[in-house]
């Protein structure tokens, strides 16, 4: 069965503090992986698409890996304005239709 | 209007009540999409339509049904909801269904009392 596991469910940390978020995921051939972050009482915002295994992507402070079980979001000199619940979803190489299988995500919380 | 937007924002309603939630993309895109999203769970995919045809029913009850009049509008219908139904649905859009960057509008907060 196509699964995605985040972890951990809340991560707290001091503004500065770089960490990193994981996506571990079981599926049947992956198509792509996203990364979404969601405000409270908003949509999720597309951050990035990986494809394939050792791709890398970057925007400010975070950066997203792919290997061929996990990808990792990473968060350097986290600030405040950080803070948001990530979400990790895979599309499956079978699915034409565009389903995405999302994880529960991460709420992550940067205090000043 | 940028972006995906969807109406009302929020939703208060009986069980017995019909109502409608509506999406409208203005991005071009030719997918579109209903989530559900319930407190300390994944989103959950309950339609998809391509080219205003669904290609995607994720096993959801018939007291939803949803309607694509063309590719840049989605309703969903709602009638005899019950209170488990109380949750956040989105609304998704992307170029096409098979590489599959979606962009999700605000979403409307339904409550089924």
């Known amino acids: 069965e196509d699964q ?7 991560l707290r940390l001091q503004e500065g503090e770089s960490s990193s978020l994981n996506c571990s995921y079981t599926v049947s051939g992956l198509r792509g992986l996203f990364w979404y972050r969601q ?11 990986l494809y394939s295994a050792g791709e890398e992507k970057e925007k400010e402070r975070l950066k997203a890996t792919l290997t061929k079980k996990e990808s990792f979001l990473h968060i ?23 389903k995405l299988i999302f994880g529960q995500g991460t709420e992550l919380s940067v205090k000043p | ?16 009540n019909k109502k409608s939630l509506k999406c409208e993309q203005h991005l071009g895109h030719n997918a579109m999409y209903w989530y559900k999203q319930s407190a300390k769970k994944p989103l959950e995919l309950m339609f998809v339509y391509n080219f205003k045809e669904q290609t995607e029913n994720n096993s959801v009850p018939s007291r939803f049904s949803p309607e694509c009049p063309n590719s840049s509008h989605l309703f969903l219908h709602l009638h005899t909801l019950q209170p ?17 960057e979606q962009f999700f509008g605000p979403g409307t907060r339904l409550t089924v009392l």
């Open chain 1, 76 to 98: 350097t000199a986290p600030k405040p304005e950080d803070s948001a619940t990530y979400l990790c979803a895979v599309q499956p190489i079978y699915n034409q239709g565009g």
């Open chain 2, 84 to 100: 488990e139904d109380s949750a956040l649905y989105l609304c998704a859009s992307s170029p096409s269904g098979r590489y599959n």
């Open chain 1, 39 to 49: 405000d409270p009482g908003k949509g999720p915002e597309f951050l990035f698409t």
């Open chain 1, 4 to 10: 995605v596991t985040q972890s951990p469910e809340a």
């Open chain 2, 1 to 16: 209007e940028t972006g995906v937007t969807q109406t009302p924002r929020h939703l208060v309603m009986g069980m017995t």
